[in-house]
C-alpha cells in the first residue's frame, strides 16, 4: 500500500453511497440464476446491484473495475479507479446462507488505499484504509496478534478456476495442516474484513479475483495486518496473503508458475 496518499472525505462519501445502493437494490433483488457455468454463476441480483452501484460511483470521475461489466476503457491498474464487487458470495445469497456482501475498494498508486464492505446480513460496514483506521460500524477493529499457526483460525476457499488436480490438492493440504481450524465461508470479501476485526487470524487464496479482495486488503492493513499479494494478472486475477504479521511472514505466498 503506498505511504504518501490522501483518501478525500468526498470518496468515502461515495464508496458509502454505492455500497448503501447495492444493499437496497439486494434487499429487493431476485435470487433466480440466469448463468451458470463450471463452478461459477450469476444472479440477477449481481446485475442490480451493479446497476445501482454505477449509477452512483458515474457521479465521479475516477474509471470503474466491476466485477460482472468489466473494467472501464479508461482503467488502469496504474491509474486512479474504482474496483467493485456488487456481489461477493453470490451463490450464498442464492441459497439464502447470510454470508454474502459488497466490496468497494479505491485503488491508487497501484494498490488500494481504501476499502468498504458492507456485511448484509448482519449489516455491518467495514472500512479502513490510508489515513484511515479500520472500523466495523464505526467502531475501531484490530488484526489478531496471532503468532503460532497451530493455534490460529485460517481463512482460505476455492476459487472457481482451482483445478482440483493432485499437486493443488497436496499443496492445499499441506497449508491447512498448519493451522489449528480453517474456515471457508464462500465469500473472500468477508473473509478479509473478519481477518481485519480479529475474528480470524490469517486469510490466503491463490488464482482469487481482484474485486473479491482489493477493499478486504486495504481494511486489513487498516487493522494493523499485513498484506502480500500478486501483480494481478491480465485477467485481475491474484494471489493473496494477509492476516497478523507473525502469521504472514510464516506463511509466505506460493511462488507462482515458473518461480
Avoid at 33 to 50: P, T
Amino acid at each position: 500500500m503506498p505511504t504518501q496518499t490522501v483518501v478525500e472525505q468526498t470518496d468515502i462519501r461515495l464508496a458509502e453511497e454505492a455500497a448503501a445502493a447495492a444493499a437496497e437494490a439486494l434487499a429487493h433483488a431476485s435470487r433466480q440464476v440466469h448463468a451458470s457455468e463450471g463452478r461459477d454463476i450469476k444472479a440477477q441480483a449481481d446485475l442490480d446491484a451493479e446497476t445501482a452501484m454505477l449509477d452512483v460511483l458515474r457521479s465521479g470521475s475516477l474509471p470503474i473495475l466491476s466485477e460482472e461489466r468489466g473494467a472501464d476503457r479508461q482503467f488502469s491498474l496504474d491509474a486512479d479507479g474504482w474496483i467493485i464487487d456488487p456481489l461477493d458470495g453470490t451463490m450464498n445469497f442464492v441459497r439464502g446462507i447470510p454470508v454474502a456482501c459488497t466490496c468497494v475498494a479505491l485503488w491508487r498508486g497501484g494498490a488500494p488505499v481504501y476499502g468498504l464492505i458492507r456485511e448484509h446480513a448482519r449489516e455491518i460496514t467495514w472500512a479502513g484504509g490510508v489515513g484511515h483506521p479500520a472500523t466495523s460500524n464505526g467502531e475501531p477493529c484490530r488484526c489478531s496478534q496471532a503468532c503460532d499457526p497451530a493455534q490460529a483460525v485460517l481463512a482460505t476457499g476455492f476459487p472457481r478456476c482451482f483445478d482440483f488436480s493432485d499437486s493443488s490438492m497436496e499443496a492445499a493440504m499441506e497449508r491447512f495442516a498448519a493451522f489449528k481450524k480453517v474456515r471457508m465461508i464462500g465469500c473472500a470479501g468477508l473473509s478479509l474484513a473478519w481477518v481485519a476485526g480479529g475474528m480470524m487470524d490469517i486469510y490466503c487464496e491463490d488464482n482469487v479475483f481482484l474485486w473479491d479482495v482489493a477493499a478486504g486488503l486495504a481494511i486489513v492493513e487498516a487493522a494493523g495486518g499485513v498484506c502480500q499479494w500478486r501483480t494481478p494478472d491480465s485477467q485481475f486475477k491474484t494471489s493473496v496473503v494477509a492476516g497478523s504479521p507473525e502469521l504472514v511472514s510464516a506463511m509466505p505466498l506460493h511462488p507462482s508458475p515458473g518461480e
